[in-house]
């Protein structure tokens, strides 16, 4: 049961304490605690997404990301956007998943936090409190308080959010700065464009690349010393339990955020890794499970949507694999006529 | 009380956000008001489809009119009249409505479910606050309003003498008159409100 958590109002406070019995009255007042309703909202995600799509007129708040279009030229400028867009956005089409968790007993209305979770086969932009856009993909988790404030509420020193999957960021610039926390890093900006991909079922852990701007990464629980700057162009792995991310390197942005334009790219990365993505791109069961994964790491680049089986096609073929339609999904097992483990 | 004074300085900076055509502070009035409003007109008329609804619309109205917006007068306050209105004139049409078809006997029946809370809602709560609910539902309905705005909501007097359009004066003798009833309520069924069960409480706190 929750404790009683709103002090009586002074206007009423002044008028029981002169008040015959006020004091059994300001305990009436405390034991009503007992029928405060559980907070649990009606749908909040859902009437949310509704009012953004009545006032923003063809640029909501949350957008999902169409898979296969390209984005729309006003995704990175500011929130009321030129009402053409406005015939081509279907509201009917929206699922979005974002929920807002509320923290019960608690009593503090900054502590909810609000979660976005994006369905696996489904990609979405959302808007953040400060006007920074989060463009999550498919089946990732952002977590962040209510207006991106602090604890109790008040103004934040830091934007802090919690990522688990993959997101590309647009931060606004401000003074506070901007921080995106993973299992394995922190990611400190200042106003940028970055990725950030953390999927806790990959051996890499958290990689960063930047493609604006200037971020700093740091390994969760380290110091700043051992922290990297990237820059446009760099990017950097911090593994799981390791104390000092990969040193700088040069990446390509273009091709690690991809999917942002309906493409699907990946670099360097195990079979298993590769078909995992595939999994949550396309909202699938891969089986996999009686293929040895060795060390080879593989490099796919589609620059459109490409069809589910054309990429199993060209991952099974050259490694004398073959996959068969499942009840949900995909099984990938050894070519019964090729039986070579390796190619 | 220096959580209403928060309260009042987060609604200014978000009416002024929205003066500025800041849809962000729409989302974060929303993430803050949602819940407790849709739960208020609930209340009012009983079918949380048509709560959603009303909720939802009077944020757009907000939004509508957020040119004129003065930052002085409280958004929560602002919000909690817009829904009690639009839930207002939603009943009365429905019993307009009824009237026309001739169907009297369901309208004073329908319009306004007055049982205390529902049963399956409750189930995991103890008996004492199932009471207590049953005892503010049967408060009359001024008396209920503006206890639920002030003791579930947290709104502060101002806003509820705005909400309900009368004085903060006012508000304060429905506060009393309705804790004074429930009071007898309480003691009527064996229940003594005084230190050692507020004690008790605190223990299961």
Do not use: K
């Not at chain 1, 305990?27 to 559980?38: K, T």
């Not at chain 1, 606004?172 to 079922?201: H, K, M, Q, S």
């Not at chain 2, 003498?161 to 429905?174: E, F, K, L």
Request: net charge neutral; aromatic share 4%.
């Amino acid at each position: 049961m929750s404790a009683p958590r709103r002090p009586l109002p002074p206007e009423l406070q002044s008028e029981l304490s002169q008040h015959t019995g006020g004091h059994e009255l300001a305990q009436v007042w405390e034991l009503l605690a007992l029928a405060d309703p559980v907070p649990g909202s009606s749908e909040a995600d859902a009437v949310w997404s509704r009012i953004s799509a009545d006032i923003a007129r063809g640029r909501p708040l949350l957008t999902p990301v169409a898979g296969s279009a390209a984005l729309p030229p006003t995704l990175n400028t500011p929130r009321r956007a030129p009402s053409v867009q406005s015939r081509s956005w279907r509201p009917a089409v929206m699922a979005i998943a974002a929920t807002l968790a509320l923290l019960v007993g608690t009593g503090t209305w900054a502590a909810r936090p609000v979660v976005v979770n994006t369905p696996l086969g489904q990609q979405e932009s959302v808007t953040l409190p400060d006007g920074s856009v989060a463009e999550l993909n498919a089946g990732s988790t952002l977590r962040y308080r209510a207006g991106l404030r602090g604890r109790l509420g008040l103004p934040a020193a830091v934007r802090e959010l919690e990522l688990e999957g993959e997101a590309f960021f647009d931060v606004v610039p401000n003074r506070t700065p901007f921080e995106v926390r993973t299992a394995e890093a922190r990611v400190t900006v200042l106003g940028t464009r970055f990725l950030v991909r953390a999927r806790a079922d990959e051996r890499d852990g958290t990689s960063v690349a930047v493609e604006s701007g200037r971020v700093r990464v740091t390994p969760q629980g380290a110091a700043s010393e051992v922290a990297v700057v990237l820059q446009a162009g760099q990017g950097t792995v911090v593994g799981r339990g390791v104390t000092a991310p990969t040193p700088v390197s040069v990446v390509g942005v273009e091709r690690l955020t991809l999917w942002r334009r309906g493409g699907f790219a990946l670099v360097d990365q195990p079979l298993d890794a590769i078909v995992r993505e595939l999994e949550r791109r396309y909202a699938l069961d891969i089986g996999l499970a009686n293929v040895p994964v060795g060390e080879e790491r593989l490099s796919v680049y589609y620059p459109d949507r490409p069809s589910i089986e054309t990429v199993l096609s060209d991952l099974c073929t050259p490694r004398g694999l073959r996959f068969s339609r499942t009840s949900r999904g995909y099984e990938i097992s050894p070519s019964v006529e090729t039986p070579l483990p390796t190619p | 009380m220096s959580d209403q004074t928060q309260d009042a300085e987060r609604y200014a900076e978000w009416a002024r956000r929205l003066a500025a055509d800041d849809a962000t502070a729409l989302r974060a009035l929303f993430d803050d008001t949602y819940e407790p409003l849709w739960r208020s007109v609930m209340r009012l008329v009983g079918d949380e489809a048509a709560a959603r609804d009303l909720a939802q619309d009077a944020f757009v109205r907000v939004w509508d009119r957020r040119a004129t917006l003065d930052p002085s007068l409280s958004l929560r306050a602002l919000l909690y009249r817009t829904v009690r209105n639009l839930a207002l004139n939603q009943l009365r049409d429905e019993q307009t409505r009824r009237h026309l078809l001739e169907d009297p006997g369901s309208a004073a029946i329908s319009a306004r479910p007055r049982d205390p809370a529902t049963a399956d809602q409750q189930l995991e709560a103890s008996e004492l606050a199932e009471r207590l609910q049953q005892f503010i539902a049967e408060l009359p309905p001024r008396q209920q309003e503006a206890l639920r705005l002030s003791r579930f909501d947290g709104l502060s007097h101002q806003e509820i003498a705005d909400v309900m359009g009368c004085a903060p004066r006012t508000v304060n003798n429905h506060l009393v008159r309705a804790l004074e009833q429930l009071r007898s309520r309480l003691s009527s069924i064996g229940t003594v409100v005084s230190g050692l069960l507020l004690s008790t409480l605190g223990g299961a706190a």
